[in-house]
């Protein structure tokens, strides 16, 4: 049973930026990102996994434009105690539509510059 918490990230998935349907035009779901220094184009899979069994509870795909927040609602079972993430969800417990959600969040600071 999966109760105790969940892990959540988010990673892109690439495609070659030329690829084309049959009406020459790109996939309307895949759009282009900048990961650091670098720029991607494809989609982003964003996941939910059990903290103890390392299960995957959770999976949704968007553009690779869309921020890892946005998705965070989704990615959750609603049993869970805690909820671990990278610095990519900070701000979480502040979002509206996460204020209702009781858990400890887990959320790893920021590096300092």
Excluded: C
């Excluded at 892990?7 to 020459?24: F, G, M, R």
């Excluded at 299960?55 to 909820?83: I, R």
């Excluded at 959600?101 to 920021?110: G, K, N, S």
Aim: aromatic share 4%; net charge negative; glycine share 8%.
């Amino acid at each position: 049973m999966m109760t105790q918490g969940t892990l959540v990230d988010a990673t892109i998935i690439e495609a070659p930026s030329s690829t084309k349907n049959k009406e020459q035009q790109r996939d309307p779901e895949m759009h282009q990102t900048k990961k650091g220094n670098q720029w991607h184009f494809g989609m982003k899979a964003h996941i939910g996994v059990d903290a103890k069994s390392g299960l995957t509870h959770s999976l949704v795909t968007t553009a690779a434009n869309e921020h890892d927040l946005n998705q965070l609602g989704n990615l959750l079972h609603g049993e869970e105690q805690f909820v671990s993430a990278d610095a990519g969800y900070q701000g979480a417990p502040q979002r509206e539509e996460l204020a209702e959600v009781d858990v400890d969040w887990l959320i790893a600071e920021r590096p300092a510059r």
